[in-house]
């Protein structure tokens, strides 16, 4: 078993930054691949980022590209996410996932999703304008 808790959520200011936090419990954080999600009101989670367990690979959704950066940390058992530049349309509940050793590139994929192995309660980020 995986617990994954997040942290790092809060309110910022349109073209702020913050740093979200996931860590996991157990002895295999390095076997899974690792994801981040968020869901907005009214609307369906969707992708965010995704790292390889080596942490060599990352993918992003195209919102995100260029604004926020995926990154991990094997010793310590945690993901993050590093969000820069904010927008109002990023405000969402931000979900961690982990599916072991899934290809990260699939993350992202309805299958993936619908079968990933772990996920976390969320953390809310809210960005206002």
């Known amino acids: 078993q995986v617990q994954l808790v997040e942290s790092g959520g809060g309110l910022v200011q349109a073209g702020g930054s913050l740093r979200l936090s996931c860590a996991a419990s157990?002895?295999?954080?390095?076997?899974?691949?690792m994801g981040w999600f968020r869901q907005a009101p009214g609307k369906e989670r969707e992708f965010v980022a995704a790292?390889?367990?080596?942490?060599?690979?990352?993918y992003y959704a195209d919102s995100v590209k260029g604004r926020f950066t995926i990154s991990r940390d094997n010793a310590k058992n945690t993901v993050y996410l590093q969000m820069n530049s904010l927008k109002p349309e990023d405000t969402a509940v931000y979900y961690c996932?982990?599916?072991?050793?899934?290809?990260?590139?699939?993350?992202?994929?309805?299958?993936?999703?619908?079968?990933?192995?772990?996920w976390g309660k969320g953390t809310l980020v809210t960005v206002s304008s």
């Open positions: 157990g002895r295999t954080f390095s076997q899974y691949t």
């Open positions: 790292i390889s367990w080596s942490g060599g690979s990352t």
């Open positions: 996932a982990a599916d072991r050793f899934a290809p990260a590139q699939t993350m992202g994929t309805p299958s993936r999703v619908s079968a990933m192995d772990y």
